[in-house]
């Protein structure tokens, strides 16, 4: 059987997914790492940019979603992260709470915004 690299992509994902969700595999963010975003987006903010910053979210979120597919439909859903939050604070907050920073898929949407 030959499968693209598309769905060889897809069933890796979702298997890893699978292990995450069982607790196999883990993958965290320290807060430190929250502390250091959040900072630079407070500063983003104070500078003026935050919309910048915001249109800048809005095509990370798109690539997000491209890359996990419904995972990542749910993730932004659940989190009410779809959109960029009006202020820097408002991110930071949800950066820091347990509901979206224990989620399986915070890892990769927090090295998104953290650039990596």
């Known amino acids: 059987m030959r499968i ?3 769905q060889l992509k897809r069933l890796i994902r ?7 969700r069982r607790g196999l595999i883990k993958e965290s963010v ?3 790492d929250i502390e250091i975003l959040c900072s630079m ?10 919309r910048g910053y915001c249109e800048h979210y809005e095509n990370m979120m ?6 996990y597919d419904e995972e990542a439909d749910h ?18 907050d ?3 709470d347990p509901r979206v920073n224990n989620h399986p898929l915070f890892a990769v949407y927090f090295s998104m915004l953290y650039g990596e």
Request: aromatic residues 8%; negative net charge.
């Open 41 to 50: 987006m407070e500063r983003t903010e104070q500078m003026g940019d935050w």
């Open 75 to 92: 993730f932004l859903d659940v989190n009410e992260l779809h959109e960029c939050p009006p202020t820097a604070s408002l991110l930071c």
């Open 4 to 6: 693209s690299k598309r």
């Open 14 to 20: 979702e298997e890893y997914s699978r292990l995450k």
């Open 94 to 96: 949800a950066l820091r």
């Open 62 to 67: 798109m690539d997000f979603k491209m890359n």
């Open 30 to 32: 320290a807060s430190d």
